[in-house]
């Protein structure tokens, strides 16, 4: 199969089952606190610092904020499709990283399989069509663990075996932090040491691919820091990691589910375990795949057996896995078990065949979805409905002040010039409008700041959280 006619199966497939409907649904769970931050970002020119509200964001580092934030200046757009198409081009790029660079090592029907069984898994497909930080995180990962195995594969220089994946997992630790690595170094010491070459951890050029991922991370951490001086990061960085180790929130019920709520990230593929012994042409592919094993089950089982771990910590193994696959389908003679023994039995073309009609069943099911269920969906709507009564409120001429606001979802939909203020005393006294929490409501409408006028509540909303916020007007009357 031509490069260009595999390079048409992949694009087309991609679009298939990742644009439809792509912003066609509200924003919904923590995508506003991707959504959020970027607005701000573009508004105050400040990229250094993400903000949720009024407040800095502590929790996570700011890559996937910078590329909502591109989204929406190169696309001249604010809406769910803008801020959802950095993470369907990541699951792309993946895509297009199998089919060229791993293209020498799988061999054309491997590197296409790979690419299919890495866009059709169920995990990719619902947070690439997000914009969540697992589709943006987990995509770099992989771009990073293909270079790697290729090049190592290849027999490359060590300086690009090491350098290039380095880029990539050092703009991973940007997007959530260092948990990748784990999976990276389990895949590549297994590798190493069923190849017998683990004197190539102590190869200069990766100790130089160390400090780059460390040189990534500290161009934004350094700056970060010094501006956040009075902000105790630290305790907040330390006390995400210890939460993921020592379970601060732990919950038996839900920690016996993480394995089976991970292992269905991997389908429809977690069936092909079944399949057994492939026939590799030489001794390096058997260690290879071997490794790949190991390399994929030790740090799947060790993310989800940890008390705070979740099952979709653990997304990472899908990049090793989808290789480990597709070298297992494209091998000359494979074993299966039970209902699978036809496919052991079928050629490798038949198997690409197969992956293939996987694939386009994937992008019909996802354009059905688009057509038929989507709509139904538009109807329930739960977060554009709080901004639409606020805008019919607030006149387009008149700013609204947001007062500490915390995280509001629904504040990507107003129509109005949001301002920010942490406290009451930062609204200026020509403020009209303020939206602010159940507790500092009592504190805005007996505050003397606009005498004689007064703050008047207008309209008090619940969200889906059931979290309340109640809009204020400045003008005549008594508190």
């Known amino acids: 199969m031509s490069r260009a006619v595999t390079f048409s199966i992949v694009l087309l497939c991609w679009a298939a089952i990742y644009m439809p409907g792509l ?36 929790r996570k580092p700011p890559l996937v904020n910078w590329l909502v934030a591109a989204s929406f200046k190169l696309t001249g ?31 054309a029907n491997g590197s296409l399989m790979a690419a299919l069984i890495w866009m059709t898994n169920f995990g990719m497909i619902e947070k690439g069509r997000l914009i969540e930080i697992e589709a943006i995180y987990v995509s770099l990962f992989g771009l990073g663990l ?57 190869h200069p050029a990766h100790l130089a691919g160390i400090l780059l991922i460390i040189g ?15 902000a105790n990061l630290a305790q907040t960085w330390s006390s995400q990691l210890t939460g993921r180790l020592t379970g601060d929130d732990f919950k038996l019920g839900a ?23 492939p026939s590799l042409p030489t001794p390096r592919e058997t260690n290879l795949l071997r490794a790949l094993t190991w390399g994929c089950a030790v740090p799947f089982l060790v993310v989800n057996l940890l008390p705070g771990g979740l099952p979709r910590y653990s997304m990472p193994a899908l990049v ?45 099911a996802l354009c059905l979805y688009a057509a038929a269920v989507i709509p139904y969906l538009q109807r329930r709507s739960k977060v554009k409905p709080i901004a639409a009564q606020i805008d019919a409120l607030v006149p387009n001429s008149e700013p609204l002040y947001a007062v500490d606001p915390d995280y509001q979802p ?61 809009l204020l007007r400045v003008g005549e009357g008594n508190p």
């Open 255 to 277: 920690w016996l589910l993480n394995i089976p709520r991970g292992l269905a990230y991997f389908l429809p593929w977690i069936l092909l375990p079944l399949i057994r012994g």
């Open 216 to 230: 990534i991370f500290a161009a934004w951490a350094i700056p970060y820091w010094q501006a956040m001086r009075g």
């Open 410 to 470: 629904f504040l990507f939909y107003v129509r109005s010039r949001l301002i920010y203020v942490s406290r009451v005393e930062e609204a200026p006294r020509n403020a009209r409008y303020l939206l602010v929490q159940p507790e500092k409501e009592l504190q805005v409408t007996t505050s003397e700041r606009w005498a004689p006028l007064h703050a008047r509540p207008i309209l008090t909303v619940s969200d889906y959280r059931k979290r309340t916020v109640t």
């Open 320 to 364: 090793p896995a989808s290789w480990l696959w597709a070298m297992s389908l494209s091998a000359g003679e494979i074993r299966a078990r039970g209902w699978l023994r036809s496919l052991g039995a079928a050629s490798p073309e038949r198997r690409l065949r197969l992956v293939l009609i996987t694939a386009v069943a994937a992008g019909l």
């Open 23 to 58: 912003g066609s649904l509200e924003i919904k769970g923590e995508e506003g606190r991707r959504i959020l931050p970027a607005v701000t970002m573009l508004e105050t020119g400040n990229y250094l610092v993400p903000q949720v509200g009024s407040a800095p964001y502590y």
């Open 77 to 107: 757009q604010r809406n769910e499709w803008t801020a959802r198409l950095p993470s369907a081009l990541c699951v792309l790029a993946v895509a297009l990283a199998f089919i060229t660079v791993a293209r020498r090592s799988l061999g």
């Open 146 to 202: 293909i270079a790697w195995l290729s090049y190592w594969e290849r027999r490359r220089s060590p300086w690009l075996i090491w350098i290039v994946p380095s880029v990539f997992l050092g703009l991973a630790v940007l997007a959530k932090g260092p948990l990748h690595l784990f999976f990276f170094y389990a895949v590549v010491i297994a590798v190493l040491y069923r190849a017998g070459e683990m004197r190539k951890l102590l």
